[in-house]
């Protein structure tokens, strides 16, 4: 083999042991932090890990924001069927309305709320996200396309 | 009528282009001079009618035609002359004419400042360039067309979406095409090489200049991004690996890497396949990019208009742009003469160390962002990849790569000497650590990785300047000699020691920003106080207030520290009427240490309103370290050794320079 070929086959064994640990680096990481998207209904169907993140997104239901003088927003999500009180420390996206779509992102608390961290509204206010509109469809409660 | 002659006009420069991409292409074929001749002012002319049809949109947005669809749905008369004029990318439509502008405007650069180029080559690249221009064309022409009118007209436009109505973010899109679409040059003389068969150092110094243009404008697009996040959407937080931001990074790091794999070309004549390859894919994932953003098929914080057909016809885009590119790649690619070999340990390998960590990085991003499409597919499960993959992920690659980049320019080419490398770094190394310690000391402790984030930020700053030190022998000779040596420098020698060291700045905002972050919610009436981070901020009063197309509540706070009244602040929460949409306006108090970041929300039945206030530490070292690497990027570009056609002999006088 001649040097320049060997450099070559070295080079590139080099570049895949790179990439095949880090491919494995990533599958391994992607099993521990991929966040799944859950409706209320699925969560009271089947309760997540206690420590595990999820997003948790449908409608935001009239008249249900409380806050608390400690700066705790409560508000009560619902896909239609089923509905889950979640509890948000912070300022809410300006988008953010009763009776809009909105996404949470967080841990069940063993109390039965959902202690959100984050709390996701699009930047326009006709716009659906389409996890809400597939959990709303599931429960037929959206007509939209 | 302004709108119909700039939708013929679009349509003329469709036409144009598909000339431009045949006619020179077959000329260089057959080595006709007056065909190949016929790429220049092709490209030119294909300019021309797409700036004038750009022109035609931002007239109808100045003047609110709103009997143009896009204007109606966009704009609104009551906006600021500034805003109608920026509005005009501010929607897909628009923005698509933006990137063609733009590619057009680049391939008419090439003809204009390429007249040195082989005739082949230059027909060939004005070709390809011009197939790229034809297919954005044609996108636009089938599937956002901007000129299409609404009968009847509406008396109003629905406006501009109100967190769209901001400067940074007005500048963020060209910026950001500049760079995206700067990439379809390298791309374009990529394959002209393949079809030539031919990569050689004046190839590489031709192709430089423009990669370097493009990783600079979107390191500057970016970072504008990045910045308008932070001080607009009233999180605090400036990069949320969104799809979005995602989409804009991968062609930057694979730019990165194609940045310093083309000075491989071009000073030891090795690494060429893998160039070529790298500059399909940088274009590729620009493509990919537009196309992510464009179909809506990820879900993101802001992704723009949702529609299969136009992600379809981006998707085809791709395919046949990088299918294409890699298939002649496949071809050709063993056509090019093999380089010269060189040892592990030397300024080649140190490159081929940082293209393969870039390359295997941009590999996780990519991943990550395709991941939730890919599990839709395969198990129907809806899924998000956030923060944490990529901490688990993309920052172990980056750690190997900062350590290394301090080292790669002290190695000489060909073969080089490690021990002696980092013997030189050894004061660099030693200060690292001091200013570990003196950051372990003023923030009074934190987690490992923020430290060994700081000192890794210490070392690139280090790096650079021992880099610098060793070039001009400072302490070794005399002063004066020192500073000869300094202005004989080639500028392509600052313009990397600044990007390595902007770099550091970034390293150590993104570091202390995300470790040592404060942050503080609370109900708060007048009269009550909050601290964060040592700053005591009492909410004075909350008044309403009108602006010129919104209504504000403005809260006016006051900041102590250490009892003393040192500056007031005043969050806003506007409300656009006529878009019906509220946005927070955070209160930012910048300062070289850290930013002081307030927000006000929505008020409860009995007067308290919700505040948040964060202290950032070295949050503004980020854009400023990403601004110092542009300026890099383009002080390399002033270099005279980077103009195309640069006579050879200043080559000569650099190359002692540079080995001195």
């Known amino acids: 083999m001649s040097p320049a070929k060997r450099q070559r086959l070295l080079l590139v064994l080099v570049g895949l042991g790179l990439l095949a640990g880090a491919t494995g680096l990533s599958l391994a990481a992607l099993n521990d932090t991929v966040t799944f998207f859950h409706s209320p209904t699925a969560i009271l169907e089947s309760p997540p890990a206690p420590d595990r993140r999820i997003r948790l997104g449908g409608l935001v239901e009239a008249g249900s924001v409380v806050r608390e003088p400690d700066g705790v927003v409560r508000f009560a999500v619902s896909d239609g069927a089923s509905s889950i009180e979640v509890r948000y420390a912070g300022v809410l996206p300006d988008l953010f309305r009763e009776g809009q779509g909105v996404v949470t992102e967080g841990v069940m608390d063993a109390g039965g709320w959902f202690a959100a961290d984050e709390v996701l509204a699009k930047h326009d206010e006709t716009y659906m996200p389409p996890e809400v509109a597939e959990a709303l469809r599931a429960q037929g409660h959206w007509q939209g396309e | ?660």
């Not at chain 2, 136009?310 to 791709?318: P, S």
Request: hydrophobic content about 55%.
């Open chain 2, 1 to 660: 009528m302004t709108a119909e002659l700039g939708h013929y006009a679009l349509v003329l420069a469709l036409i144009v282009a598909l000339l431009q991409s045949v006619v020179p292409m077959v000329g260089a074929g057959r080595r006709d001079d007056r065909l190949m001749g016929f790429g220049g002012p092709c490209a030119m002319m294909q300019l021309t009618l797409v700036a004038a049809a750009f022109l035609a949109l931002v007239n109808a947005y100045v003047t609110s035609d709103f009997s143009l669809r896009v204007v109606a749905e966009n704009s609104h008369a009551a906006k600021p002359l500034l805003y109608k004029v920026t509005g005009t990318w501010g929607n897909h439509e628009g923005s698509m004419l933006l990137w063609s502008l733009i590619l057009a405007a680049y391939g008419a650069a090439v003809a204009w400042f390429g007249d040195r180029l082989p005739a082949t080559l230059r027909a060939r690249v004005i070709a390809i360039q011009g197939m790229t221009g034809a297919g954005f064309l044609a996108f636009i022409l089938f599937t956002s067309n901007p000129f299409e009118r609404l009968d009847p007209a509406p008396i109003a436009g629905r406006g501009l979406n109100p967190v769209l109505q901001d400067l940074a973010l007005a500048i963020h899109p060209p910026m950001l095409y500049l760079g995206y679409v700067g990439f379809s040059i390298a791309f374009a003389f990529a394959v002209a090489a393949l079809i030539e068969g031919k990569v050689d150092a004046a190839w590489a110094r031709w192709v430089r200049p423009w990669t370097l243009t493009a990783w600079s404008c979107l390191a500057v697009g970016i970072a504008l991004g990045s910045w308008w996040a932070y001080y607009e959407l009233g999180w605090g937080g400036w990069w949320f690996w969104d799809p979005v931001e995602n989409a804009s990074l991968m062609p930057w790091l694979l730019g990165t890497a194609l940045v310093h794999c083309v000075v491989v070309v071009e000073r030891r004549e090795t690494l060429k396949a893998w160039t070529i390859l790298l500059a399909i894919l940088t274009f590729g994932l620009s493509l990919l990019g537009t196309f992510l953003v464009r179909s809506g098929v990820l879900t993101s914080v802001h992704a723009f208009a949702v529609d299969p057909g136009r992600g379809l016809f981006v998707l085809l885009l791709l395919a046949i742009a990088i299918g294409g590119g890699l298939t002649l790649y496949a071809l050709r690619a063993s056509s090019l003469r093999q380089g010269p070999t060189f040892a592990l340990v030397s300024r080649e390998g140190g490159l081929v160390l940082n293209n393969l960590l870039l390359s295997v990085a941009c590999a996780t991003v990519l991943l990550g962002t395709l991941y939730p499409l890919l599990a839709e597919a395969i198990s129907n499960d809806r899924v998000s990849v956030g923060p944490p993959f990529y901490a688990a992920t993309f920052v172990p690659l980056m750690i190997p790569m900062l350590v290394a980049m301090a080292v790669g320019p002290m190695l000489a080419w060909r073969k080089a000497d490690l021990a002696a490398a980092l013997g030189r770094l050894g004061v660099a190394f030693l200060a690292s650590i001091a200013i570990v310690a003196l950051g372990w000391y003023v923030a009074g402790g934190g987690p490992l990785m923020a430290l060994v984030g700081i000192g890794l930020a210490a070392w690139l700053v280090m790096g650079a300047l021992t880099d610098f030190a060793e070039r001009v022998a400072l302490f070794r000779r005399p002063l004066g000699v020192s500073l000869r040596r300094a202005a004989g420098l080639p500028r392509s020698a600052y313009g990397s020691m600044l990007a390595h060291g902007g770099l550091g700045l970034l390293v150590a905002g993104a570091v202390a920003a995300s470790a040592w972050k404060a942050e503080s919610v609370q109900m708060m009436r007048p009269g009550e106080t909050a601290t964060v981070a040592g700053y005591t901020l009492r909410l004075e009063e909350v008044t309403r207030e009108g602006g010129p197309n919104y209504v504000a509540d403005v809260a006016t706070m006051t900041v102590l520290r250490d009892g003393a009244e040192i500056a007031v602040m005043t969050p806003e929460r506007r409300f656009y009427p006529v878009e019906g949409q509220s946005t927070t306006e955070a209160a930012i108090r910048g300062g070289v240490f850290g930013d002081l970041y307030a927000v006000v929300g929505e008020p409860d039945d009995s007067g308290a309103w919700v505040t948040r206030i964060y202290f950032e530490p070295l949050v503004g070292w980020i854009w400023v370290g990403a601004l110092v690497m542009a300026a890099g990027g383009a002080l390399s570009l002033s270099d005279r050794r980077a103009r195309i056609g640069a006579p050879a002999r200043s080559r000569a006088a650099a190359e002692l320079a540079v080995e001195a």
